[in-house]
């Protein structure tokens, strides 16, 4: 079920007015449970099987983490819902890898053994076992508040609706154990901010619908085999409206998938800050999808030793880092590199990070080096689009070599015009905090006014598909 559809609207609709009719805390809860089971099952009953065996192991791994009173029991209880969680991620999402669809043949093999070779992946299947993780990690280290009642069916439930929960369950974004647990109390209409909602909804909405969607229709071209007859000009406008539609895409998501969670009382962590204005890789992973980043850093780059056990380990740890969370994206090899792409910049970047290009404030060389870090990221995200390697070192070989000559004005002026904004939405950053309360009204009122009038086709998630 798309956020962008009017399905959605009037699922949404009826699960707020129930929501807040309930105002028992045990209701509502009970009420967005089933609504977020409904949600996550409209497109296939059978992928929900797949979530609720992931949230069965994690509710009894973790409550046999909580009841324990021996280190060594909870270790171990704990270490085996991070493995069980992580096995069921490898085999739906990664199987592929190793495994043609085609070349099997379901003779000899049970109906269901046939279903789980060749089931397709589950939606958001990456979201809820981080998750899982993040709840059994957190319970271990004592950090999750995880409830005021010791029972198990009081723990299961909450555990499923932290898990389930639809706003983010698809694409996020990630939100800690320790973070949501103190969430789940009874909600009352009178606490939302409306204000902020209808301000973190429209701008939302206009990124994904407007911007993004709009951005689809040139960056269609970049696919094998369009982008052949395309001159090393348009390769390269294409490239960087590929750039300012992902961004416009999947930061529109997270901006709707916050929004919804206000109007249900939820407090969703900020997954962007202004990513294409970072001056350093290291910056750039600080403000794009900073939920990610953070879960990444807090449970994989510092248990594996961070930044903290010399120079050459710090280069290992980053370049493992990079590589995993870049293969956590999806089944293809080509995200692995892209993860190494990023891991093999941030280690180049590391040893000059003290030199005086990188602690210069000078107006210049800061915008060299947003340009460039710019320029990396972009480059980068071919390997989104063309998850082919030969397909993506075709494209750039065009950039070189190409008999193609001109340039498509159209194409390049509509990517002038939909990049544009993600543009301004990135300056005016460094101005909100001067702009008057009328130019903010007048610029909302105009998303608003877009997004009812000049919607682009509709599209799915960019990161629905991780």
């Known amino acids: 079920m798309n956020y962008t559809s009017s399905t959605f609207l009037l699922f949404f609709i009826a699960v707020f007015t129930l929501y807040y009719v309930a105002r028992n805390k045990d209701t509502q809860v009970f009420i967005l449970i089933g609504a977020s089971l409904f949600f996550y099952a409209y497109e296939s009953l059978q992928l929900l099987l797949v979530f609720l065996s992931s949230w069965f192991v994690t509710s009894s791994t973790a409550f ?4 324990s009173t021996l280190s060594a029991r909870k270790k171990w209880y704990a270490s085996c819902g991070v493995v069980a969680n992580l096995v069921l991620l490898g085999f739906f999402k990664y199987k592929f890898l190793f495994l043609e669809p085609g070349h099997f043949n379901p003779a000899g093999h049970s109906a269901v053994g046939t279903w789980l070779i060749l089931a397709p992946l589950p939606i958001g299947i990456s979201f809820y076992t981080f998750h899982g993780i993040s709840l059994l990690v957190d319970t271990f280290r004592k950090t999750a508040t995880t409830g005021e009642s010791r029972s198990m069916p009081h723990f299961f439930a909450n555990t499923l609706l932290y898990l ?66 395309k001159s090393p000009i348009d390769l390269i406008v294409l490239l960087y409206g590929y750039s300012f539609q992902i961004f416009a895409d999947f930061a529109g998501y997270s901006l709707i998938a916050i929004g919804l969670a206000q109007l249900l009382g939820y407090k969703l962590p900020d997954n962007f800050n202004f990513p294409y204005l970072s001056s350093s890789l290291a910056e750039f992973w600080r403000k794009w999808h900073i939920s990610l980043s953070s879960f990444l850093r807090d449970y994989l780059y510092i248990p594996l030793g961070g930044n903290k056990k010399g120079e050459l380990r710090t280069y290992v740890n980053l370049l493992i880092v990079m590589f995993l969370g870049g293969l ?13 792409w990023h891991g093999i910049g941030l280690a180049l970047e ?86 008057a309360t009328t130019p903010k009204q007048v610029l909302y009122g105009v998303m608003l006014f877009l997004i009812l009038t000049n919607p682009g086709p509709a599209k799915s998630f960019i990161y629905f598909q991780f």
């Not at 046999?64 to 009841?67: E, Y």
């Not at 989104?384 to 004005?409: C, D, M, P, R, T």
């Open 64 to 67: 046999a983490v909580r009841s």
């Open 328 to 340: 956590w994206h999806g089944a293809a090899w080509s995200f692995a590199v892209w993860g190494l």
């Open 164 to 229: 389930v929960f639809f706003p983010q369950l698809v694409a996020g974004p990630i939100i800690k154990a320790k973070e949501f647990y103190p969430q789940v109390k009874a909600k009352k209409i009178i606490e939302i901010d409306f204000d902020s909602v209808f301000k973190t909804l429209v701008t939302g909405y206009f990124l994904k619908t407007v911007i993004a969607d709009n951005l689809s229709e040139q960056t269609f071209w970049i696919a094998y085999p369009y982008f052949q007859w």
């Open 350 to 435: 590391r040893p000059f990070s003290r030199s005086r290009f990188f602690l210069s404030n000078h107006i210049f060389i800061v915008a060299i080096r947003i340009l460039a870090v710019f320029t990396f990221v972009t480059l980068g995200w071919l390997l989104f689009k063309l998850q082919n390697f030969s397909e993506a070192w075709l494209y750039l070989s065009k950039l070189f070599h190409n008999e193609q000559s001109g340039v498509s004005k159209g194409a390049l002026l509509l990517i002038a015009i939909y990049g544009f904004p993600v543009i301004a939405y990135h300056l005016l950053s460094t101005l909100r905090d001067r702009l």
